[in-house]
């Protein structure tokens, strides 16, 4: 679940790094869970958060990308979960999603929020959705 990228400069320093560190190292270990194991930790993490607004679900994500380099390079799973791990951090929960696309085929993990992908390039529909963690009454 892979593709290459550049990588964007690095944003915050000291502690503004510490959150978004704790997320990254978590996300390390959970992004090794079978889907099932995966799915049921992020649920359970997600608990009764608000939905998470955009701007909240951005800065969370850029937040992770300048605290972790291999969050930036190894893969998109790793990213969406510290990003989402982040966004609980602060009280709030994105709707986190694992997709495929068939042709050709790819997978591929990201955060929603507001009904839109976050920091990503793909148009709305490119990816199938096949593991959803939206907030607790949101689908």
Known sequence: MTSPCAIP???SVGRARVLPGIAAGIAAVLAKLPPKYLCATMEFVRGAARPAPAVVVADAREAVLAASLRCAVDGCLRLSIA?????????VWP????????????AHAWV?????????SFPDGYYHPILTVAPRGFA
């Open 9 to 11: 400069p690095r944003t």
């Open 83 to 91: 990003t989402a791990l982040l966004c609980r951090f602060r009280g």
């Open 95 to 106: 709707t986190w999603r694992v997709g495929v696309r068939s042709t050709p085929f790819s």
């Open 112 to 120: 929603e929020a507001d009904g839109r992908a976050i920091g990503e």
